[in-house]
């Protein structure tokens, strides 16, 4: 007996609902063929396609290497963003990634913070220092300054430094 032939005899014999309980019908000699079939799928699926199976840490050094940003890491491996930040930390490819990518961390981008009603001028060493000193949420600035876009807070405008 086929696959194909073992289907129609189940459904014309106990009804298109026997295939969400063919445990029941395991005496039968179709059932049978199809319960052997589903544990090769499922076998096949397991070993291949797993989600969350993420290339070891040659794999990551070989992306990072190549120039592969966390979020290119995300769509090659279809792991999350979370997941690959912390397997790159787990592998100790932390410092590898931040040389290949140095506009990630802005340590040392100089901040120039203009008060727009007084002219008042502060300089900061480090967007996190303006960050706090103004009372923005962390990475507030790196996200709303991008592209030399200057930023406004209250009354105060903030941007790079030159």
């Not at 696959?3 to 059932?31: C, M, P, S, T």
């Not at 279809?78 to 912390?86: A, D, E, H, K, Y």
């Not at 040389?99 to 996190?128: F, I, W």
Request: one cysteine or more.
């Amino acid at each position: 007996m086929k696959f194909v032939e073992a289907v129609n005899r189940i459904e014309e014999k106990y009804g298109k609902q026997a295939f969400d309980h063919l445990e029941d019908y395991a005496e039968d000699k179709a059932a049978q063929i199809l319960l052997e079939e589903r544990k090769r799928s499922r076998a096949k699926t397991n070993k291949k396609c797993a989600r969350g199976k993420g290339p070891g840490p040659l794999a990551f050094r070989k992306m990072i290497e190549d120039g592969y940003a966390y979020v290119d890491i995300v769509a090659a491996t279809g792991l999350g963003i979370t997941t690959v930040q912390v397997k790159a930390k787990k592998y100790g490819l932390r410092e590898l990634y931040h040389k290949m990518h140095p506009n990630v961390r802005k340590l040392d981008v100089k901040v120039l913070c203009v008060n727009r009603s007084t002219g008042e001028q502060r300089e900061y060493e480090t967007m996190a220092s303006a960050e706090r000193a103004l009372g923005l949420y962390h990475c507030a600035l790196s996200q709303n300054m991008k592209n030399g876009k200057a930023f406004v807070h209250g009354d105060w405008e903030i941007r790079r430094e030159q």
